[in-house]
């Protein structure tokens, strides 16, 4: 009995494993934090935590602890990034990183790696914070079972329009995502018959983001092994099993029944040789239509939509800050000022604030809705606001810092005043400067 | 369900809104229902043996309405007896103020409410239905949105009830889909488009700016469209002031929300659970009768009788019988039947699926499969109908077969022994000539332009157009029969086949589809905005392949029929061979088998009693036509081996098939080459005895063909 309970614990575990896509495709929309010099994406601090912990937590509330890190492996990143997980990261999730090459899609990359997945596999970037309960997820997904269970949000209020949100059509009785389009100025929305064929009942939505979290069926993974022109995972690999679900010459031409067939679940070849069972009969089965010819896809895909809580990535600068707001605003039960640091008593930190490990911070300042690194130097009458703060600055007397983004060793000195600036690692800000909007780069890293 | 009194009851302080108003269109304005319509209107055609129009009037007496205008177009006189014999409506004590409004004139809905307008009948918000609507809905709910609705957005003017289903559901119509799109919340339609089924549509397309208002918007292809609509006082006059909508949907609705001028918004009231469906043609007709006897519309059933006087019973299997139906003891009424009242069957009869109107008679050894007897029709013995319509009084002589999808309108006597072949449609009347598609081959040349368009419109189109001009009429010991051809809308440019696919039990198989409309597009991946349309397609094997043999079946069997008529009736050659062509082009057909048919038929026409002349006769008239179906010396020996092949199925035809290949030869449409190619190979050797018997026969002219060949070349070389 005993032995029995081992061994369903143990395929438990082995249900999905998960690959974490690392500080990947996002281009330079976060230049200039993420350079080289600095930190890797995944390691950059949200709450004084870097991004990627928050991932692997979520992870292990899902009861997956297999997961894969995927990095590009030019430059220091890998190194970075194994190096945390290696010493200082402290859950359970065993992480395995792989680099890739920097320039190779995510689908590409998810090629590269295809001999160290043998189970369905959820594909998670590592700058996505949510509440959202995992098991929730899982659980939807197991019980249609799908192909393609993708997740998507709504994005709070707070989040900037400069990011259009595009068209996502949602099948809403079988929660079938059914359509995916990048929003358009000026072109007519354009909807195929035979998706509404498929699909008679179709609710496009443009307020939901793609939370770029996928789970797969593997056989997916088999079918990617083969087809190398699909690079992207969110641009070719969606879309391609989107359309799959009703276009049955797409269906026929990519060959995708050879991949599908090979996966059949246990329970699903149990059921389809029951004679009670009738799983979602097509419906002109009885009486052909050669005008509306509808057909049995072997994909399938469903939307898990998040509305109910905080989602959101850490993929642009602006939901950079953002994520880092959520993380320290007030109520969250985590510790704000730890006993290494030194404040002021005529200092004020927010309960909207964090302070890191070891800083100083020195009287009459103050500082809210911001979060402050570990081991920095803050001097006298600082005015913090909105800002997050990185380990190692110096910030000299007088400074007021708003909406700013603050590297790894920078120095900012003294009657200075930044709002909305980014300023990158090891990069000295000159005293009495005034600085609007502007991302402050040494000359000889602006070059490379 | 007698007509309730119940006047609207009041609501604490809320102000008592006047009971609506409704009006009815008892015209489709179309062409379905033909020869019957012809005769009879729409509305008054009877459904489990109640006129539609009943059913329309009781959906209307159980939600809060008053004042009823039916409006009429056309057969005002036989609407304004009905109301005045036979309706309970007219009742001043009843609920409903009923009113018939004629408009002679109107050729459309839209003319029928510009009409309505001019004679500022409406006062208040109504119902706008037709006279063949079968709901069990009540329709409160729908009202009281809309009136809350009014208050909200002044500019509401519509409520469109429509009602969830499955897309492929019996009661919406083949020919075309209805795609809505609403705002999910507020149920408000911000675009609507008509898709017809054929030729297929690819996509729908909208602007990107019904975004600016609504973050979701949803699509729905599954929406059966009753039309029921509950409008505002300005409709009418909106009609009025766009004077060219003609159609409801089409015209109306898509203009009112495409419209930045008029800025008049349309809503949908979405049921799911309530019956409404309204009979808009043939097809379901038959869908919702099986739907009433299969109660999905609870409580309109056959034993509701709902018309006074009806005493039907419900019994095990969907089998509603009137009080007094005499079913012989060996009769068998299998399931979902009404049979009415008076009505009797005969011994070893078999009804299936069918209703009987009352006082029918129908004879011994009778099989009725899906049909539907109005009231008086008479069956003799032996008969076999399926999947049509008998309208009242039509009597079936003995031994009578018809085939599914038939109507046969009022008093049509056929038989006996006649087979009707299927999508017949039969009248006492012959077909006014405007129904026609083309009325004679004489006005070919002024009919070009016209008959490219049905060409256009499909291969069915032009098979009509060239194969049966000629009007047929049924003779026998009766009333001359008129056999109606197929109708079309002369308005617009209508597909024939989407008017086909909605006819009574039309055969899907029947559909004749284009390569490309079998094909679909696919993506390529990467495409991320989905916008190419990749029509390079490989045909898929619907009607191509899996259905070719009964395409050329039916193909073989059509020119049977060309070829035999023009024998008999003797046209010219030039004549059959136009139409021979015209129907080989619209069915992609073969020579090959043209000629297959060609050359039996043509030796039947030889009289055997007197096989030479009639011979020379026969194959010296219709040798050039032998001619025009061959190209290659390989065609002539084609011809040979089939009659030979023919002249071998019986000794009498045996005896002239060398008399006819020596006239064949003397009149040149065989050639030497080909007999001789005929006689050494296997076109002649590969045979049966008697095949064989026929080519030893064939000998003797051949050594004559031999020899003439080298006297002929002796005088040449003598030259």
Not at chain 2, 71 to 76: A, G, N, P, Q
Not at chain 2, 347 to 355: D, G, I, L, P
Request: proline share 4%.
């Amino acid at each position: 009995m005993s032995l029995l309970f081992e061994k369903t614990k143990h395929q438990r575990q082995c249900e999905f494993q998960a690959v974490i896509l690392a500080g990947y495709g996002s281009s330079n929309k976060l230049y200039p934090i993420s350079e080289d010099e600095n930190l890797p994406k995944a390691l950059l601090p949200v709450g004084n935590r870097p991004m990627i912990a928050y991932t692997l937590d979520w992870l292990e509330m899902a009861g997956i602890f297999d997961a894969i890190v995927v990095i590009q492996s030019t430059g220091n990143a890998q190194q970075k990034l194994s190096g945390y997980i290696t010493r200082n990261y402290t859950g359970n999730v065993h992480c395995n990183v792989v680099g890739v090459a920097e320039d190779c899609g995510t689908a590409e990359a998810l090629r590269a790696i295809k001999d160290k997945i043998a189970h369905d596999f959820i594909v998670v970037p590592c700058d996505l914070i949510t509440e959202l309960d995992p098991r929730n997820l899982l659980d939807q997904h197991r019980l249609r079972d799908t192909t393609l269970t993708a997740l998507f949000y709504a994005p709070g209020e707070s989040a900037k329009d400069d990011e259009a949100l595009p068209f996502v059509g949602i099948d809403p009785t079988r929660q079938a995502l059914v359509y995916k389009s990048e929003p358009m100025e000026d072109d007519d929305i354009s909807i195929r018959m035979s998706l509404l064929t498929k699909f008679p009942r179709v609710r496009l939505h443009t307020n939901l983001q793609d939370a770029h979290l996928y789970i797969f069926k593997r056989w997916v993974l088999d079918m990617l092994a083969d087809k190398e022109y699909i690079a992207s995972i969110s641009d070719d690999l969606i879309p391609m099993l989107v359309k799959c679900q009703y276009q049955k010459k797409m269906v026929d031409r990519e060959q995708v029944n050879k991949y599908a067939s090979g996966y059949q679940g246990l329970l699903q070849t149990a059921l389809a040789l029951s004679t009670t069972y009738s799983n979602d009969v097509d419906e002109d089965v009885f009486m052909p239509d050669p005008i509306h010819s509808s057909f049995k896809s072997p994909v399938t895909t469903q939307v898990y939509v998040y509305r109910d809580g905080f989602c959101g990535r850490g993929n642009t600068l602006d939901n950079y800050a953002e994520l880092n707001r959520h993380v320290i605003k007030q109520g969250t039960p985590i510790m704000r000022v730890p006993p290494t640091s030194e404040v002021a008593p005529k200092t004020q930190v927010g309960n909207d604030s964090i302070i890191g490990e070891h800083t100083k911070i020195d009287e009459r300042s103050s500082v809210k809705k911001s979060s402050v690194g570990a081991h920095c130097i803050i001097g006298k009458n600082v005015k913090i606001a909105n800002s997050v703060i990185m380990d190692s600055v110096v910030i000299g007397d007088n400074v007021k810092v708003d909406g700013c983004i603050i590297c790894n060793h920078a120095k900012v000195l003294e009657k200075t005043i930044l709002k909305d600036c980014e300023v990158a690692n090891d990069y000295v800000v000159e005293k009495e400067s005034q600085i609007k909007g502007e991302k402050l780069v040494a000359f000889r890293q602006a070059m490379a | 369900m007698p007509p309730k009194n119940k006047r609207p009851q009041q609501h604490g302080d809320d102000e008592v809104e006047e009971p609506l108003q409704a009006v009815i269109l008892t015209d489709s304005y179309d062409a379905r229902f033909l020869p019957i319509s012809h005769e009879l209107p729409r509305c008054l055609m009877p459904l489990c043996n109640i006129p539609l129009i009943e059913y329309t009037l009781e959906v209307l007496a159980i939600s809060d309405v008053r004042d009823v205008f039916v409006v009429c177009s056309s057969h005002i006189d036989k609407i304004k007896a009905y109301f005045d014999e036979s309706s309970r409506w007219m009742n001043p004590k009843g609920k409903l103020n009923v009113k018939i409004v004629a408009c002679p004139d109107a050729m459309s809905v839209g003319d029928a409410l510009r009409e309505l307008d001019a004679r500022q009948l409406i006062t208040n918000d109504f119902i706008l239905t037709s006279g063949d609507l079968v709901s069990n809905i009540k329709l409160d709910k729908a009202i009281e949105d809309h009136r809350a609705r009014k208050k909200t957005d002044k500019n509401a003017i519509m409520t469109m009830v429509v009602k969830e289903a499955a897309r492929s559901h019996t009661s919406r119509p083949l020919e075309g889909a209805s795609i809505f799109v609403l705002d999910p919340v507020a149920g408000q339609c911000l675009y609507y488009e008509p898709v017809e089924a054929l030729p297929k549509k690819d996509r729908i397309e909208f602007a990107p700016s019904l975004f600016e208002q609504h973050q979701e918007i949803e699509l729905r292809n599954d929406l059966v469209d009753p039309r029921v609509d509950i409008c505002s006082v300005e409709v009418p006059a909106l009609f009025t002031e766009n004077f060219d909508w003609q159609r409801l949907r089409r015209d109306f609705v898509h203009g009112i929300i495409t419209s930045d001028i008029l800025g008049k918004t349309i809503y949908t009231h979405l049921v799911s659970e309530a019956y409404i469906a309204h009979i808009q043609n043939e097809r379901i007709y038959n869908a919702v009768s099986m739907h009433v006897l299969n109660r999905w519309a609870f409580p309109i059933v056959p034993e509701t009788n709902l018309s006074p006087g009806d005493d039907y019973e419900f019994s095990r299997g969907n089998i509603y019988k009137a009080g007094n139906v005499i079913l012989s003891r060996s009769c068998i009424v299998d399931e979902n039947v009404q049979i009415g009242a008076g009505t009797v069957v005969g011994e070893n009869s078999t009804v299936r699926r069918s209703v009987i109107g009352k006082n029918c008679q129908i004879g011994s050894n009778v099989n009725l499969d899906g049909v539907y007897l109005w009231d008086g029709v008479v069956i003799g013995n032996h008969c076999h109908i399926q999947q049509s319509i008998l309208a009242q009084n039509v009597s079936i002589l003995d031994h009578t077969n018809i085939d599914h999808g038939s109507i046969l309108s009022k008093g049509v006597t056929v038989g006996p022994n006649a087979t009707i072949p299927k999508y017949s449609r039969l009248s006492l009347e012959p077909q006014p000539k405007n129904n026609m598609f083309e009325s004679s081959d004489e006005e070919d040349d002024g009919d070009n332009g016209k008959k490219k368009r049905a060409r256009k419109a499909g291969p069915d189109a032009s098979f009509f157009s060239l194969g049966l001009e000629h009007e047929h009429v049924l003779h026998g010991d009766h009333a001359p029969v008129y056999i109606w051809t197929h109708y079309a809308n002369d308005d617009d440019d209508v597909d024939e086949r989407n008017i086909k696919l909605d006819t009574l039990a039309y055969d899907i198989r029947d559909l004749v589809l284009d390569e490309h409309e079998l094909s679909e597009s696919a993506s390529d991946i990467g495409e991320s905005s989905d916008d190419e349309s990749d029509l390079a397609s490989v045909g898929e094997a619907f009607n191509l392949n899996v259905d070719d043999s009964k395409k050329s079946e039916e193909f073989k069997k059509e020119m049977a029929l060309t070829i035999e008529r023009s024998l008999v009736e003797d046209h010219t050659v030039d004549t059959a061979a136009l139409e021979i062509t015209g129907l080989r082009m619209s069915s992609n057909g073969k020579y090959s088998d043209v000629r297959e048919i060609l050359i039996p038929l043509l030796i039947n026409q030889i009289d055997l009693s007197n096989p030479v002349a009639s011979m020379k006769k026969v194959l010296t008239k219709w040798g050039p036509l032998v001619d025009k179906v061959m190209h290659k010396s390989e065609d002539q020996v084609h011809i040979l081996s089939l009659l030979q092949k023919h002249c071998a199925t019986n000794p009498a035809l045996g005896k002239i098939f060398l008399g006819s290949l020596q006239i064949l030869y003397n009149i040149d449409v065989i050639e030497e080459d080909a007999v001789m190619t005929w006689y050494t190979t296997g076109a002649s050797k590969d045979g049966n005895a008697e095949e064989l018997k026929l080519r030893d026969k064939a000998t003797k002219f051949v050594e004559w063909l031999n020899e003439a060949e080298e006297e002929s070349e002796e005088d040449s070389d003598e030259d």
